[in-house]
Each structure stands twice: as C-alpha cells, then as structure tokens.
C-alpha cells in the first residue's frame, strides 16, 4: 500500500523559509515523477514544483522560481520542498504527489497516489 507523509509545515512571518518533507512508503520515490501542489482556501489545486525519475529533471511554477527548490534524498525515499523568501501569497496546504509516470506533470489530476498535506501559513 503506497502511502506519503507530508511534514515541515509551519507558520512564518513574510521572508522567513521552512522546508517540506515527503516521505514515501510502498514505493521508491527515484522511479517515478514527484510534484509538490498547494491549494489555498476557494482556489483551486495548483502546481508548485515537480521532480522527475531519479532526480533527472527538476521543474517550478513561474510564481516560486528562484525561491522554491525540489531535491531528493533516494536513500531516505524523500522528497523536499526548500522554500525561501516566503510571502504571503505562498500561504496553503502543500500536498505531495507521486505520478507513475517516469516525468512530472503541472497537472494534479496526472497524479497517482497523494499525501495528506501540510499547511503552510506566512503571515505579513
């Protein structure tokens, strides 16, 4: 049975950084596609950064580039969400996905398997 679990989550005041874990369960991470979406209250899911097998690719949303970064620790079956200069607009549920596909997707509903998600609150 696949399962994620999602940590690092936290309230932080705007410019503050946290990092966010995923790990994974029932299957290794380094064979298929991760993405980390976040959905803020009334919005809809949307994508934030995707890596791809075995850490070959890494991708952002133009919102987060240059202050989000994706890695991996394949020895760890982990995948974390570095985020920097945090703002306000950041503020959501930060979710992990894994994609069977080998590639990351900017589209959620290309996701296979999901975490529970972690809230992330950057207060002005």
């Known amino acids: 049975q696949v399962q994620l679990v999602e940590s690092g989550g936290g309230s932080v005041e705007a410019g503050g950084s946290l990092r966010l874990s995923c790990v994974a369960s029932?299957?290794?991470?380094?064979?298929?596609?991760m993405g980390w979406f976040r959905q803020a209250p009334g919005k809809e899911r949307e994508f934030a950064a995707g890596?791809?097998?075995?850490?070959?690719?890494?991708y952002s949303e133009n919102s987060v580039k240059g202050r989000f970064t994706i890695s991996m620790d394949n020895a760890k079956n982990t995948v974390f969400l570095q985020m920097n200069s945090l703002k306000p607009e950041d503020m959501a549920v930060y979710f992990c996905?894994?994609?069977?596909?080998?590639?990351?997707?900017?589209?959620?509903?290309?996701?296979?398997?999901w975490g529970q998600g972690t809230q992330v609150t950057v207060s002005s």
């Open positions: 029932g299957l290794t991470f380094s064979n298929y596609g």
């Open positions: 996905a894994v994609r069977l596909g080998g590639y990351a997707s900017m589209r959620w509903t290309e996701y296979n398997y």
């Open positions: 890596i791809s097998r075995g850490g070959s690719s890494t």
